[in-house]
């Protein structure tokens, strides 16, 4: 536990293994001035949160499964759910089962593939995993397309939690502009198949407005508090992680907040400022310890269906 609350991190990639050089489905490409341009953004990034560069991909998967197991046993984390990892679904399946009690794994593929339905399927049936992770601006249809209504009526059959980032992508220098990139493109789809929880991380990532009024529209929509949160301060009124805990908890109240670090790399590893920041926050504004425990972990239980948390 963590000051007496069990955590549940959400929303944890996969950090880079030797020998898996292709990107993943959505990494952003940079060249030219644009590469120097995101490059600095970066590197100023890291200065401002006092973080180390990230390391070149020198390990196996089941050397960095076992740091991550280690990362979550120091930090105090109960169950770390992997929402993406290098290389098939397969593989990330591997590494999970060597500590299936801590390790959660979401499915990760483009679900505009003609067999994505069939893809998370097995995913789900046969390698055990409890979710499915999207991008939204990578999706090039609307999201209420015939063609992605198998993935759909799976995820509704399932109850599936369905993990789709919306907003700015990519950090600075990435993608802001997409007939996806805002949560209310999800409104017809969310009414749709009310049975599946969307859990829409980093606040919104700049549609803050945006998400809030989905999550009012829709009881099925969750708000992940993953990551640095950077984009407020490119929001054009005044915006923090208080007013952010703040404006959630009245919208949409504590059973449908869920905590997530987005943590991957080392040597930062589980990144505890997160945790720590968030949970500083949810006290000064006089949560309850039922709150909390809801945001920390049992939301996220209730979602991954862990009957024993």
């Known amino acids: 536990m963590y000051q007496g609350i069990k955590i549940i991190d959400f929303h944890v990639h996969f950090p880079p293994v030797a020998g898996f050089e292709k990107p993943l489905w959505g990494s952003p490409t940079f060249t030219g001035e644009h590469l120097d341009y ?27 499964a076992k740091r991550w197991a280690e990362e979550a046993e120091k930090n105090q984390i109960e ?14 399946a591997k590494w999970i089962q060597l500590y299936p009690d801590k390790f959660i794994g979401f499915a990760y593929h483009d679900p505009q593939f003609p067999d994505a339905r069939e893809k998370l399927a097995y995913a789900v049936e046969v390698l055990g995993f409890r979710g499915y992770k999207m991008f939204a601006p990578l999706i090039d249809c609307p999201l209420d397309d015939p063609k992605l209504k198998p993935i759909w009526e799976y995820c509704a059959d399932k109850k599936l939690p369905v993990l789709i980032h919306f907003g700015t992508m990519g950090g600075g220098g990435g993608v802001v502009e997409h007939i996806n990139i805002n949560p209310l493109s999800l409104a017809n ?9 969307f859990v829409i991380p980093h606040f919104g990532a700049g549609f803050w407005g945006e998400l809030l009024r989905l999550a009012w529209s829709c009881p099925n929509i969750y708000i992940d508090t993953s990551g640095s949160n950077q984009w407020v301060r ?5 915006l923090d992680l208080e007013s952010l805990f703040r404006k959630a908890y009245e919208t949409v109240g504590p059973e449908r907040i869920i905590f997530g670090s987005d943590s991957s790399w080392f040597p930062r590893g589980f990144a505890r400022r997160y945790l720590q920041d968030q949970m500083r926050v949810c006290r000064q504004l006089n949560m309850k310890k039922e ?10 239980a209730r979602l991954l269906k862990l009957d024993d948390f």
């Open 234 to 238: 490119w929001m054009p009124y005044p």
């Open 291 to 300: 709150d909390l425990e809801l945001i920390f972990g049992k939301n996220a």
């Open 189 to 197: 789809v969310a009414r749709t198949y009310s049975d599946i929880p």
């Open 79 to 92: 169950k770390i759910v992997f929402v993406t990892g290098h290389g098939e679904n397969d593989n990330l």
């Open 38 to 64: 995101v490059n600095k953004l970066r590197k100023r990034w890291l200065e401002e949160w006092d973080f180390p560069e990230p390391e070149s991909r020198s390990l196996s998967g089941e050397e960095q």
